[in-house]
């Protein structure tokens, strides 16, 4: 993507979250979120270049569905098993952080992986150093780097690798 492009696309995504807040397209209104989104997006424009890795390619905005789909779909599984283990007797926990591989190369999908490890009851991102990624299980079900990936990471990175690459 060129500079031009990306700065264009990061004006327009703030102008965007403006008229959103705001919930008005009065001229005024518009008039001041452009100005300040044309600042932001020029003081800004390398550290919020995270925000133009997107492929707008017709297989993202299905992968993006998918994701959504997938997102809620793990929601619902891990807070019903993590609801199983607080109301057993036994209390079957075996905390631990396990390292798992990415194979995601942008940030902005390194960053969506994190997080939505971390929004996934169960589990939490702790660390992400380059295509590493540390994560706190409740109920460790192996160390071994290859398992662990497969069983927390593999599901969501299956559809931010078409959405970010």
Do not use: C
Not at 39 to 65: D, K
């Amino acid at each position: 993507m060129t500079k031009a492009v990306s700065l264009f696309a990061v004006f327009a995504l703030l102008l965007l979250f403006w008229v959103l807040l705001n919930g008005s397209l009065a001229t005024d209104v518009l008039l001041v979120g452009a100005i300040a989104a044309l600042i932001i997006a020029v003081l800004f424009r390398r550290q919020l270049a995270v925000v133009t890795e997107f492929r707008g390619t017709p297989q993202a905005f299905l992968a993006t569905a998918r994701y959504l789909v997938y997102l809620l779909k793990e929601l619902v599984k891990s807070n019903l098993r993590l609801a199983g283990i607080v109301l057993s007797p036994a209390l079957p926990l075996n905390p631990g952080i396990v390292k798992t591989r990415t194979r995601l190369n942008s940030r902005m999908g390194r960053l969506l992986l994190a997080n939505s490890i971390t929004l996934t009851p169960g589990t939490l991102s702790v660390e992400l150093d380059g295509e590493w990624l540390y994560i706190h299980w409740v109920t460790v079900e192996s160390s071994d780097i290859d398992a662990a990936t497969a069983s927390i990471v593999a599901g969501f990175e299956q559809h931010l690798e078409v959405m970010y690459g």
